[in-house]
């Protein structure tokens, strides 16, 4: 779906140049741009996803067309070449983003840095629990200026009851005094299941360094003293969310193999592990698909092209594995040699087919080595398991197979008997 952002400012010549800067930095976005007030006035008809909007405009000098993008409820951005502090302060007290100075050096890079947070958590949600309505309300409003799904709370135990209906929280914003369960309380129940990195919290409250001190010790994100300043609260928490999300990205690629792109073995293990473990807990058995996928000739194709086309080879076998299945399967690179394919809650005729599917997929896709395209072939064994069953007879039954695959000519799926 395209996104429209409005910029309005009467200089033409800057308008075109970010319009430009900003089609080619996004997919899917269009720029509109209006020199008057009158013009914004007549684009507004559209849907705008954000604008950037200047504070002296020819039929608007006084900054009118700030209050005009509120009552539309326009995400606005002010650009302006008005540094003045006063100025700033009276205008960030309307509904505004924020705040950019287009003499700066770092204007464009603020520019398409705003576009790129609005845009990423567009809907994510955020539980707020504060005690007080005026306070929760403008906080609520400052949230839902950012286009983020609020869940307002009186207080921590109602909170915690949004976040068990909505497990996909990313954010909890909450005052460190309130009444039933405090701000304390509910971080040490959501820091038993969830990581920094999983989950941010961000507290408000008085200047009170040994409780802050506490709360950081036992996982807090921020801390924040009220009264809020509002372009410093926004600061913090864009802090957070980036925080949040290299966190997320390091500890990920700890667990990716570099070169297949799936996860490596320890973290495959780690899941097979886990989900065998899940089934012992259920009452009823599942059956499931374990598989091992390796590579027709992958010395062969090493030695004579060289290991980079190997690792191409691989790759693409990873990725035709995960394209056939789902998200809740389990795909890792088990051994230099190996792919291991888990395929959950299964049925047998099901899982032959998907298995099938990688391997004539895997036929039919070539690498480019010196303008020649050149084909492999990958062999997959397969054994059938269920509750009880242990990892290491899993991979043993599954190598098994493997072995017949390849001394029955390769090129096939073979499912231990």
């Known amino acids: 779906m395209t996104r429209k952002i409005l910029f309005v400012d009467d200089n033409k010549m800057l308008c075109k140049l970010l319009a430009k800067k900003i089609e080619n930095e996004f997919s899917n976005y269009e720029v509109d741009v209006a020199s008057s007030f009158a013009e914004a006035k007549e684009l507004v008809k559209n849907e705008y996803f954000l604008s950037f909007v ?21 995400p606005t ?36 840095d705003s576009i790129t947070k609005l845009k990423r958590y567009a809907k994510t949600k955020v539980i707020l629990a504060m005690s007080k309505m005026p306070e929760r309300n403008q906080v609520k409003k400052y949230l839902t200026q950012r ?35 405090d701000g304390g309380g509910l971080l040490a129940e959501v820091r ?26 036992n996982g807090l994100n921020i801390y924040l003293i009220k009264p809020l300043y509002k372009e410093l609260f926004n600061h913090y928490l864009d802090r957070c969310l980036a925080y949040m999300d290299n966190m997320k990205f390091l500890n990920s690629y700890n667990t990716i ?23 012992a807990t259920k009452e009823t058995e599942e059956e499931f698909a374990f598989a091992f996928l390796d590579v027709d000739e992958l010395k062969t194709i090493n030695d004579e092209y060289g290991y980079n086309a190997g690792d191409e080879v691989i790759k693409i076998c990873a990725k035709e594995s995960v394209n056939e299945t789902k998200g809740r399967d389990i795909i890792g690179r ?63 039954k599954a190598s098994s197979a493997l072995s017949k695959a390849k001394a029955n000519g390769k090129n096939r799926v073979e499912v231990c008997s």
């Open 54 to 74: 200047d504070l002296a405009l020819p039929d608007a000098p006084q900054g009118e067309v700030v209050d005009f993008m509120a009552e539309k409820k326009i």
């Open 192 to 217: 038993a299941k969830y990581s920094y990195d999983e989950l941010g919290v961000i507290l408000l409250g008085d200047k009170d360094d040994f409780l802050v001190t506490n709360l950081l010790k």
């Open 257 to 279: 193999d570099p070169v297949s792109g799936v996860k490596n073995y320890n973290a495959v293990v780690a899941d097979i592990e886990d989900y065998l473990n899940e089934l």
């Open 334 to 396: 088990y051994s230099p040699e190996k792919i291991c394919i888990v395929l959950k809650n299964i049925q047998q005729e099901k899982a032959i087919k998907i298995f099938s599917r990688i391997r004539v997929n895997i036929k039919k896709t070539g690498i480019l080595v010196n303008l020649d395209e050149v084909f492999f072939t990958a062999s997959i064994g397969v054994v059938f398991g269920k509750t009880g069953d242990k990892l290491k007879d899993l991979a043993d």
């Open 147 to 181: 286009l983020f799904d609020v869940m307002a709370a009186a207080h921590g135990e109602e909170a915690l009851n949004y976040f068990q209906d909505n497990p996909d929280t990313k954010l909890i914003i909450a005052d460190a005094q309130m009444p039933v369960l």
């Open 77 to 112: 951005i002010i650009l302006t070449a008005n540094n003045n502090k006063e100025t700033r302060e009276k205008f960030m007290e309307k509904d505004v983003l924020d705040y950019i100075f287009k003499e700066s050096e770092t204007c464009i890079d603020e520019i398409l």
